[in-house]
Structure formats: C-alpha cells, structure tokens
C-alpha cells in the first residue's frame, strides 16, 4: 500500500472511531444497523445528534420507506431512495424538514451550477465529510429551534441571535463564491451570476423562514 493511501484509510478509520465514541458516550444512542452487519459499520453510516437532545426523529425515503428513531442514532441511509428526509419533533420547537440528498460536486461553484440546493447546513461538506458510496454526510446534527418563550423581549433577542448567526454565515458564503468566480476570469461569467443569483434567494428564503417563525412563535 502506498503511503499517500495509508494516510488516507488511517484518517478514515479516525473518524469512523470518533463518530463510534460520540455514539457510545451519548445517551441510548442507537444503531440502526442489524446485528449481523454491525461489525462492519463503515464511513457510510450517519451519525445524527440534535438539540435538544434525545428528540424523536422520523427518517422517509423517496419510495416511502420509513424509520423512527431516537436522538442521537447510527444510521445507515443507503438503505433509503434519494433524497432522504428527516423530520425531528419537540413540543417547544419548531420541527426540522431537513432534505439529503447526495452530493458529488466538492466546490460551492459547481454545486450551485450543477442545481443543487444548498443550504448552511450543507454548504461546506468536504470529501471527508462524506460517505465514500452513499456521499451523504457522515454526521448530520439537527438544530431546532424553539418556539415558546415567556416573554415577547426573550422571544425577540432569541430569534435576533438566530437572524444574525444565519446572516453571517450567508454573507460568507456569498464572498466564498465571488472569490472563486474571480479566480477562473478577470470578468464573472454568466454562470457565476446566476449561481450569486441563486444563493442570494437562498438567503432570503432562509431569513424569511426565520422571521415567519419569530412571528409564529407564542408567549406562554
């Protein structure tokens, strides 16, 4: 085996062990893989935490096919047809509707041009981040956020820290892709525009989702 390729499996098995230790270590986390496969878990495999933790979480594939876990779980989601979607639930919370589908294209540029919908949560998935076969994230955390508060003041300066947490990561993203555009040409070409284009709405529609849900939130 070539040195370049040992350094390689080696940093693979590395974070095969730690998703496995995070595993252990968070309480009743599940392996949804059966036990006859199960010493053979490999870098496919998903490992989903959320907040809060120990949420209820129902995983759909495009056929329909359907698990129910537990946060935090060990899932492996080539057993679902693409795109596969995720829905955690709490009482105080906002529900997720997260949607996964794979991804091939390692640059924001050509992910955008290639049409995929890019989001804060996936947008800097690395080859490393990835299931070698599936090319679904390797760990996948689920942040809800809540939608009861005691006050409108508390309800406000929570859901302002959301709105300016989201704000910059949108804004670096954006420089992110107008630096790469500036690299291939002296003059951003038409499908650098349209890709800023598309990013810019897909700002927008996740600041909007935010401020329907401060809105949607209730005092108790």
Same mark, same amino acid.
């Given at each position: ?7 390689? #499996?080696?940093? *693979? ?6 998703? =496995? %230790? ?30 809060p933790?120990?949420?209820?979480c129902?995983? #759909? &594939? $495009?056929? &329909? +096919? ?18 596969? %979607?995720?829905?955690c639930?709490?009482?105080? $919370?906002?529900a997720?509707?997260?949607?996964? +589908?794979?991804?091939? !294209? +390692? ?14 949560l ?9 299931g ?11 942040? =809800?956020?809540k939608?009861?508060? !005691?006050?409108?003041?508390? +309800?406000?300066? $929570? $859901? ?7 704000? !910059? &990561?949108?804004?670096? =993203?954006?420089? #992110? ?6 690299? *291939?040409?002296?003059?951003?070409s ?7 284009q ?21 005092? #108790?």
């Amino acid at each position: 085996m070539l040195k370049g390729e040992k350094c390689v #499996e080696q940093r *693979q098995s590395s974070r095969l062990l730690v998703l =496995l %230790i995070l595993c252990i270590f968070c309480a009743g986390c599940q392996i949804t893989t059966p036990a006859t496969e199960r010493s053979s878990l490999s870098s496919n495999h998903t490992l989903i935490t959320t907040f809060p933790r120990l949420l209820p979480c129902k995983i #759909e &594939g $495009y056929s &329909g +096919k359907t698990l129910k876990i537990t946060s935090p779980a060990l899932v492996d989601l080539r057993n679902f047809e693409k795109p596969v %979607i995720i829905v955690c639930t709490h009482a105080s $919370y906002w529900a997720s509707n997260l949607i996964l +589908k794979p991804t091939y !294209k +390692k640059l924001l540029l050509n992910r955008l041009t290639n049409g995929e919908k890019i989001s804060l949560l996936n947008s800097r998935y690395t080859a490393d981040d990835l299931g070698a076969q599936s090319k679904l994230p390797r760990a996948l955390h689920v942040a =809800l956020r809540k939608k009861a508060f !005691k006050n409108s003041k508390t +309800k406000n300066a $929570y $859901y302002a820290e959301e709105l300016l947490y989201a704000q !910059k &990561g949108w804004k670096s =993203l954006i420089k #992110e892709l107008i630096s790469s555009c500036a690299q *291939q040409s002296d003059q951003i070409s038409t499908s650098c525009r349209t890709s800023i284009q598309r990013i810019e709405r897909f700002m927008r529609n996740d600041l909007m989702t935010i401020e329907q849900q401060r809105r949607r939130s209730s005092i #108790e």
